[in-house]
């Protein structure tokens, strides 16, 4: 018999398992190019690219020549999330023509990120933006009337991702604000009021060279607003439900802005819900500084809204103001229970 000779096609080999194992070493992507992400839908970012771009390493530029272009991300960055308002890293075609895309290689580190949950037993935390500074609380006061536990709950979120918080009450044609201002005077927290067809001067101010994120149940204004102050925009709009007197959710994204006179706007979809599972008592005390030093005079366990709790004698004595207690309780109380209750 003839002896065989064997060649590479007698050599069975395993599909999907190659003969030299994989590297940790990642390329270092040194010549990325710095994008900001301002929209997100179903795995596609759109980034924008250019001077003028919201940077960490550099200082704020007026806009210069710019491109949106869209990106997917790269596989090494595994589930890490992007969300509108992250500065990142590109790779590719970054010519934003059509039927180009590109990837997004790395994405720099946040300054802050807004979160929320689904619900008050879901401790899963749900990031809306990164990156901003401010959080624009929008609420009108009549149509749908206000909801201050949902306010409460939007100031718990903004100290625990260290966000200023902006108070924006719409609709003051309908309604006047001193009651709702008066609520919220104690926390210090600063205020604009507009009405149907007035003028925004004090809103654009509060606005001007920062990064604000519009948050708000549906049907309070928010669409509106960012209509008149970016005339681009052409966000959808609707009316409230003459029978539940809920709006109806007319943004389905997030999407960033950029407004005429310098500075971002991100507008967000409408919520009717905000849990806080993931934010802790101790981040809630963090935002009364004149309190939660007291806070160690309390009994183990003390959840600070019942009985034998420190804080109650102490304002008893004269050495904080009530209201500040009523505000931290309020707070405290917003974690519990539903986000829909006033």
Not at 201 to 230: M, P, Q, W
Request: proline share 6%; aromatic share 4%.
């Amino acid at each position: 018999m003839r002896k065989r000779h064997y060649d590479e096609d007698d050599v069975r080999v395993r599909p999907g398992k190659g003969s030299r194992p994989r590297t940790r070493i990642r390329p270092a992507h040194s010549e990325a190019v710095e994008g900001f992400v301002v929209a997100v839908d179903r795995g596609r970012y759109t980034c924008l690219v250019g001077e003028g771009v919201p940077r960490s390493t550099t200082p704020k530029k007026r806009r210069g020549e710019r491109t949106l272009v869209v990106a997917m991300k790269a596989r090494e960055l595994g589930r890490k999330g992007i969300v509108v308002g992250d500065r990142v890293a590109l790779v590719g075609d970054v010519t934003g023509q059509p039927d180009t895309l590109a990837r997004i290689v790395r994405v720099e580190e946040r300054t802050a990120m807004l979160r929320r949950s689904a619900d008050d037993v879901d401790d899963i935390e749900r990031p809306i933006v990164a990156n901003a500074d401010q959080l624009v609380i929008v609420t009108a006061l009549a149509d749908p009337p206000p909801r201050p536990r949902m306010i409460d709950r939007m100031l718990v979120a903004a100290f625990d991702a260290d966000i200023e918080p902006l108070l924006c009450l719409t609709k003051a044609d309908l309604a006047p604000a001193e009651d709702l201002v008066a609520l919220y005077e104690p926390l210090g927290v600063p205020y604009v009021v507009v009405r149907k067809g007035g003028p925004l001067d004090d809103l654009g101010e509060a606005l001007a060279d920062r990064i604000s994120v519009f948050v708000g149940h549906s049907g309070v204004g928010k669409s509106t607003l960012v209509n008149a102050l970016v005339p681009h925009a052409r966000r959808a709009v609707s009316h409230v439900n003459a029978v539940t007197g809920r709006g109806r959710h007319t943004s389905t994204s997030a999407v960033a802005l950029e407004l005429p006179e310098g500075g971002w706007i991100i507008d967000t979809p409408g919520v009717r819900s905000f849990g806080l599972a993931h934010i802790s008592v101790e981040t809630v005390l963090a935002a009364f500084p004149d309190l939660v030093d007291v806070t160690a005079k309390c009994p183990k366990g003390c959840t600070h809204l019942g009985d034998d709790c420190a804080l109650d004698r102490y304002v008893a004595e004269g050495h904080a103001d009530p209201a500040r207690l009523e505000s931290l309780r309020r707070l405290l109380a917003s974690r519990e229970g539903s986000a829909d209750e006033d």
